[in-house]
């Protein structure tokens, strides 16, 4: 059981921290609290079944497509639907809201709500420790590793990752230093998007894809940005692996944890809200103060 948790604390930490910091990202750089995210992680996920399994092409191109479609859906849903009305939050909730229950309707009226599978990516097992280790998830956790590392390194380590750190400081000095704010709040959302398309893309071969399976992880991300604080990225990545191997030991360690997960997140979050409402990294608003 112990290595039950460990295991699936770890893939599902590094898949929620993929989902929340691209949630923090777009929320510090654009202030849009996004919750159509999780419908574009299901968007990937279907299409990598599609591409695999109904038209049988090679991995190595259904993965990256299936990134890049994503992402350009993401990114023109945001032209057409966010950035008439960005400046009006509860309207972009609403569009946001909106959004991700279409998407959910297309599948549904596409695939009739079935429950569907991708095959395993990678087949055998690792010792690891004298214990058996699928390779499959040995792939999916060296996938989200290496997509964490390289969102850190372009945030952190070059010119663009400056610009959107700026940008998401303070927008308008960003604008009189010269920075383009738009372009900036494009690359951010492209990124976002693309690192919940990778998400999807390490789900699609462990869990089954259906039309719903984008509400779970939502719950999850949101319980993780309020706890890490919002538009904290470094919050968002500690809170990721806390509330996955919570989640893991709810599952393997109490009976019926299984329908525990969501209750569990949300409890988290609500004492997080009571205890400390900024979070763990986050900061009170100026107007807070």
């Known amino acids: 059981m112990i290595q039950e948790i460990i295991i699936n604390g770890l893939i599902n930490g590094s898949i929620y921290a993929l989902l929340a910091i691209g949630f923090s990202l777009i929320f510090g750089v654009a202030r849009i609290v996004n919750i159509a995210h999780t419908a574009l992680y299901m968007t990937a996920a279907y299409l990598i079944y599609v591409g695999l399994v109904r038209f049988g092409l090679p991995t190595l191109l259904v993965i990256p497509a299936s990134i890049l479609l994503t992402t350009t859906l993401g990114l023109i849903s945001y032209q057409l639907f966010i950035k008439p009305i960005r400046e009006h939050e509860a309207a972009v909730l609403i569009a946001t809201i909106a959004l991700a229950m279409a998407i959910q309707e297309v599948f549904l009226l596409v695939f009739k709500g079935h429950y ?26 060296g996938v989200a590793v290496l997509a964490l590392i390289g969102t850190w390194f372009l945030l952190l380590r070059t010119r663009v990752g400056l610009g959107i750190r700026c940008t998401a400081q303070d927008r308008e000095v960003a604008n009189l230093m010269g920075i383009n704010v738009n372009s900036e709040i494009m690359v951010a959302i492209g990124i976002s998007v693309g690192m919940a398309a990778v998400a999807g893309a390490i789900v699609a071969p462990l869990r089954v894809i259906d039309p719903h399976m984008w509400t779970h992880p939502l719950i999850m991300m949101l319980a993780i940005v309020v706890l890490g604080g919002l538009g904290s990225i470094k919050g968002s990545f500690i809170a990721s692996y806390i509330l996955g191997f919570t989640e893991a030991l709810v599952v393997f360690a109490v009976p019926m944890g299984a329908f525990l997960q969501g209750p569990v997140a949300l409890s988290i979050m609500i004492l997080a809200l009571l205890i400390r409402p900024e979070g763990l990294f986050g900061v009170a608003f100026e107007e807070e103060r």
């Open 116 to 141: 569907l599978g991708v095959p395993p990516l990678a087949t055998g097992y690792l010792i690891v420790g004298g214990v058996k280790v699928a390779m499959q998830h040995v792939l999916a956790l």
